[in-house]
């Protein structure tokens, strides 16, 4: 087998050499956000220092490159996640904008009172707030499928749930909090029988797998670039060309029409119908060398990297006396949550800091999900491809240490 030069890959990611609290700093909080490569650094600041211009606007020349930097960025997500049309993919702030987009001017128009979204136990808060704020206005209601203790969704409950009143469906990829890899393949089968649409929130499965999402068979795919090497403040929506003709636009200003005039507007087509406004053009630039990164890397040694750290992690942790894991889905990606028994995560997570361990500690954005456990908060440790087995080691021996002081 081919070794995973992990110290290469560290190598280029400046903020990894620096320690915390005078300690050399673990993270593991990558799925809040990842850190950055060298080159997407450099290439947000090149960005600025030479091409930076708006884009659409301008026929000069800064113009004219700010803008096939833009959509070269779009052109490279779409090829990202396979999508068969780069017109298929808006540029948004992020998987939050993203849903936000799909509630207001995909479900929203189609709810009635009587109507339901249907979503599930795991998700992030994006994946059920917005649907909340859509169906209070329309008289709909929001459904939720259930898991199991194990932390995998019912699928035959979910598929159940799927009547003539749900309008909309959704679900996670992949769990922030358990890192849960959901069947989405079978469920958009299921959903194509019925009619139904699926949205689908990729924000936790591009930084550890290749999305293809014309395979998965969704008509919405919402996915967020800090996450996946990229700055903050990017992301992006995939829908099916046919959804994207018939939504109407959700923010109005520039750049998202054809022609204005006070007896009526007309508005550009697809994507652009969707992107008022000044984007966040560097970010984009930045994006774009962050799948220049995966893709030198290649998704195949991040996933086996990443395979035998979460089994690692998992093994060591599994030593603890009185240390409780969440989830324990059969098929993963590298996201851990676990409590130790009579500590609160909030007080460990601050010991570990001290460390230098960086996990989360909270509700992750998922209060049904700790409501379905019945606790208030967990740790979590997430991991990426550029950890490594000695912090793992770091990481235990820290938690250890925290366990003597608590108990
Ligand atoms: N969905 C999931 C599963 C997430 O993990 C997150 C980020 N924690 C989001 C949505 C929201 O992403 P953003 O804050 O970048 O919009």
């Keep these: 087998p081919t070794v995973f030069d992990v110290q290469r890959i560290r190598a280029d990611f400046p903020l990894l050499t620096r320690s915390v609290h005078g300690k050399p700093l673990v993270y593991l909080d990558n799925a809040n956000t990842s850190q950055k490569p060298e ?22 020349q800064l113009g004219e490159e700010a803008t096939a930097a833009y959509e070269g960025a779009r ?32 479900a929203l128009p189609r709810l009635q009172p009587g109507d339901s979204i249907l979503t599930t ?15 209070a206005r329309s008289g709909a209601t929001v459904k939720a499928a259930p898991i199991d203790e194990r932390g995998e969704l019912i699928v035959e409950k979910y598929i159940e749930m799927l009547t003539p009143d749900v309008k909309l469906a959704c679900v996670t990829h992949v769990s922030n909090v358990l890192g849960t890899v959901n069947p989405v393949r079978e469920i958009a089968r299921e959903c194509k029988k019925r009619g139904i649409a699926l949205l689908v929130d990729g924000s936790q499965a591009v930084p550890h797998r290749p999305v293809d999402v014309q395979a998965l068979g969704c008509d919405f795919y919402a996915i967020t670039g800090h996450k996946m090497l990229g700055p903050t403040g990017t992301g992006a929506l995939w829908a099916r060309r046919e959804h994207l003709e018939a939504m109407p636009p959700f923010f109005g200003g520039g750049e998202m029409i054809r022609e204005v005039r006070f007896s009526g ?3 550009a087509a697809p994507p652009h119908k969707f992107e008022a406004g000044t984007p966040n053009i560097a970010g984009f630039v930045g994006l774009a060398a962050a799948i220049d990164y995966y893709e030198s890397v290649g998704f195949a040694a991040i996933h086996a990297w990443e395979q ?21 889905a059969a098929e993963k990606e ?9 500590a609160q995560a909030s007080d460990m997570a601050t010991l570990l800091d001290l460390q230098g361990v960086a996990v989360r500690s909270g509700h992750h954005c998922a209060h049904p999900l700790m409501q379905f456990y019945g606790v208030p908060a967990t740790l979590r440790a997430s991991l990426a491809f550029y950890n490594t087995r000695e912090e793992i080691d770091a990481f235990i021996v820290a938690l250890l240490k925290v366990r003597k002081l608590l108990m």
């Excluded at 997407?40 to 026929?59: C, F, G, L, S």
């Excluded at 035998?308 to 969440?326: H, M, S």
């Design 265 to 267: 507007t007309t508005f």
């Design 334 to 342: 590298p996201v851990i949550s676990f409590l130790l028994e009579g």
């Design 75 to 106: 052109d490279k997500l779409a090829r990202f996640i396979n999508a068969p049309s780069r017109n298929e993919l808006i540029l948004t702030s992020g998987t939050t904008q993203s849903v936000n987009l799909v509630a207001y001017s995909y």
């Design 39 to 60: 080159s997407v650094i450099e290439a947000v600041n090149a960005h600025y220092r030479e091409h930076n211009a708006n884009v659409a606007r301008a026929v000069h």
């Design 308 to 328: 035998n750290l979460l089994a690692y992690v998992t093994e060591r942790l599994r030593e603890i006396p009185g240390l409780r894991i969440f989830g324990e």
């Design 121 to 135: 136990v795991m998700e992030h808060h994006a994946n059920i707030v917005p649907w909340q704020l859509v169906a």
